[in-house]
């Protein structure tokens, strides 16, 4: 069984990527929209800011003084030079467990965002950046699942990955189709487009719905479509897969309390039918991310911050 404390890093690496990717994207198609300068940008920055828990006092200035917090203020948590940061010093501690071609793409990353001339890059070419960063954290990913071995420190990576793209989706759905989706209505052609490609599933949709975009059936999407790689179902099927392989390679495993969640999440994700959703869709928004939640916490559990003794020989 894997080092604890190997799983962790690998783990959280998985996370910050995600994070970091998924930051640039709002970011980028906030700025797109503002190039309108019409009611549907509002929507849109509110949307986003709502999204990753923020609220709308955050663009009272203008959605580039929002996107450039979100970029690179290190006192943000959630920033994307955090993420690439947090995601980086995991990886150095973790180097002998990663490839070279994994670490020097994430390290080079960390060196562009990093570097004294990255704000005047992105103040001259805001969009460019952005999709820049965006491309390399696909390169990145791209190279762990071609160079490492597909053991447990990919599973633990590819973990991260999963979990944390299942809650960053179903936060934004939440947005547009929880509780809060009336202040924020998706009845503009625009802010429809955009919502997609903050999920990154605007060619995915129009290519399975055609050009004609309806806010019920981007939800059904999101949440249920087992071929898109960032749907909530495919995501939790996938955290499932790598749960129940990590249980089988522990010897010391004995609980079922991370995979038994995740397949009960999947299950209910796989079978559910929006039509039976009485109440529609905020409590199983609201669900998805409580169990996420509570995954994250048996992971911890299990595989990190176990007891000593349970893993020491009689």
Not at 214 to 225: A, I, N, S, V, Y
Request: glycine share 4%; proline share 3%.
């Amino acid at each position: 069984m894997m080092l604890a404390r190997v799983a962790d890093s690998l783990y959280w690496i998985g996370r910050y990527i995600e994070r970091a990717e998924h930051i640039s994207r709002l970011s980028d198609v906030m700025l797109t929209a503002t190039l309108d300068q019409n009611d549907a940008a509002v929507v849109v920055a509110q949307v986003a800011l709502a999204s990753i828990g923020g609220d709308d006092d955050e663009i009272e200035g203008t959605a580039y003084d929002a996107v450039h917090s979100l970029v690179f203020e290190r006192d943000n948590l959630g920033s994307v030079v955090t993420s690439l940061a947090r995601a980086r010093e995991n990886a150095r501690q973790v180097r002998d467990q990663i490839t070279t071609e994994t670490w020097e793409r994430l390290n080079l990353l960390y060196l562009r965002v990093t570097d004294p001339r990255a704000e005047d890059s992105f103040n001259n070419h805001s969009s460019a950046f952005l999709n820049e960063v965006i491309a390399d954290l696909h390169l990145f990913k791209g190279a762990a699942d071609a160079t490492m071995s597909h053991g447990e420190g990919w599973r633990f990576l590819l973990l991260g990955v999963y979990l944390e793209r299942a809650q960053l989706i179903a936060r934004l759905l939440e947005v547009c189709f929880g509780d809060r989706a009336a202040a924020k209505p998706l009845n503009d052609y625009r802010t429809q487009m955009s919502v997609l490609r903050m999920a990154c599933a605007l060619e995915p949709y129009l290519r399975l719905y055609t050009a004609e975009i309806q806010p019920q059936r981007m939800l059904e999407f999101l949440l249920f479509d087992e071929d898109f790689p960032r749907s909530i179902r495919f995501s939790t099927e996938r955290i499932a897969e790598h749960l129940t392989s990590l249980a089988r390679r522990d010897q010391y495993y004995e609980g079922a309390e991370p995979d038994r969640l995740a397949a009960r999440l999947s299950a209910r994700l796989k079978f559910a039918d929006m039509d039976d959703e009485t109440q529609g869709a905020g409590p199983l928004l609201a669900a998805v991310v409580s169990e996420c939640s509570r995954i994250h916490h048996a992971i911890y559990e299990t595989f990190v911050a176990y007891p000593l003794e349970e893993r020491l020989p009689a």
